[in-house]
């Protein structure tokens, strides 16, 4: 299975940054997909998940901004996290849950994008 | 929110040494959800060991995982070149995730 994230990778302060992640090599049933960023400044940081189904759950702290969707029949899932600061600057991950039908660890992960928030 | 807390922060070490990287939680969890990952640069990270002491699908058996409570640890033995990494533990409760700042393992 391979993961490959797209999307802009210069956001607006305050607009809404949205990536996709395309997967292939395997089908997204059964499974948990989530996004991760990563900084400098906060190290590894778990955005939130949806299930294969649409059942979502997000990290507290971001809850308020993010929305996270799947595709099933187009194998895509995206992420939507508005009113982005610079605080958000971050390379941005898509990651398969590693075990089918729960919710635990992470992998494979995809490559990686860099958004960068600034005007 | 349980807090990770990875040491040391870095160590160097030559091919063939053994390294003991700890993860402290600030809470004691009784699950087993504690997982580790490598992160080569300019890669993404990799899941090595999952379920405290479990290896991941390809990974060798130089890495190991065990603890319990709020102490885990990864031990690589006979380091390698290819080794050189950042290593960050993550734990799962309660439907929330969390990982450690990391420590990085330098080969020299």
């Known amino acids: 299975v391979l993961l490959r994230e797209s999307g802009p990778a210069l956001v607006q302060p305050s607009e809404t940054l949205s990536l996709t992640c395309t997967i292939s090599?395997?089908?997204?049933?059964?499974?948990?997909w989530s996004w991760i960023r990563q900084s400098p400044e906060k190290g590894l940081e778990w955005i939130g998940y949806?299930?294969?189904?649409?059942?979502?759950y997000y990290n507290p702290s971001l809850k308020s901004r993010v929305s996270i969707s799947v595709d099933t029949p187009n194998n895509q899932f995206s992420l939507r996290l508005t009113s982005v600061t610079s605080a958000d600057t971050a390379v941005y991950y898509c990651?398969?849950?590693?075990?089918?039908?729960?919710?635990?660890?992470?992998?494979?992960w995809g490559l990686g994008t860099v958004v960068t928030v600034s005007s | 929110e349980i807090v990770l807390t990875q040491s040391p922060g870095s160590l160097s070490l030559s091919p063939g040494e053994r390294a003991t990287l700890s993860c402290r939680a600030s809470q004691t969890f009784t699950s087993n959800y504690l997982a580790w990952y490598q992160q080569r640069p300019g890669q993404a990270p990799r899941l090595l060991i999952y379920?405290?002491?479990n290896r991941a699908s390809g990974i060798p058996d130089r890495f190991s995982g065990s603890g319990s409570g709020t102490d885990f640890t990864l031990t690589i033995n006979r380091l390698e070149p290819e080794d050189s990494a950042v290593y960050f533990c993550?734990?799962?409760?309660?439907?929330?995730?969390?990982f450690g700042r990391g420590t990085k393992v330098e080969i020299k």
């Open positions: 990651v398969r849950g590693a075990t089918a039908w729960s919710f635990d660890w992470f992998g494979p």
């Open positions: 379920g405290v002491s």
């Open positions: 949806s299930f294969y189904t649409g059942s979502t």
């Open positions: 993550q734990q799962y409760v309660m439907s929330h995730v969390t």
């Open positions: 090599g395997g089908s997204m049933t059964g499974h948990y």
